[in-house]
């Protein structure tokens, strides 16, 4: 059974730096898509970034300049560097993963998420 990891969330004031990590385990034959989501209390969730197969970053306009998404293929990890980070970024932070975990099936993988605080 293919699973996610997360870690890398915490507490820290506005402007301050964290970086979130994810790694994959179990049974996956292939990684697609991997992609970090956040959810605030009270709100939908959002996707944050996503990078694809070929290492093509993509951003919410919101953290564009600020946040960064690399991937290890060899590690099967994704990673989340954030700067300058504002109180609005508080958030339970999410890693997904769009996975082939047997022959012709593909899925959807997720972390259990993490929480990430900013304080005034």
């Known amino acids: 059974q293919a699973l996610l990891v997360e870690s890398g969330g915490g507490l820290v004031q506005a402007g301050g730096s964290l970086r979130l990590s994810c790694a994959a385990s179990?049974?996956?034959?292939?990684?697609?898509?991997m992609a970090w989501y956040r959810q605030a209390p009270e709100k939908q969730r959002e996707l944050v970034a996503l990078?694809?197969?070929?290492?093509?970053?993509t951003y919410a306009d919101s953290v564009k300049g600020r946040f960064t998404i690399s991937r290890d293929n060899g590690r099967r990890s994704t990673y989340l560097q954030m700067n300058s980070l504002k109180p609005e970024d508080t958030a339970v932070y999410y890693c997904n993963m769009i996975a082939q975990t047997d022959v012709s099936v593909t899925a959807a993988l997720w972390g259990q998420g993490t929480q990430v605080t900013v304080s005034s």
């Open positions: 179990g049974k996956i034959l292939g990684i697609i898509n």
């Open positions: 990078i694809t197969s070929t290492g093509a970053p």
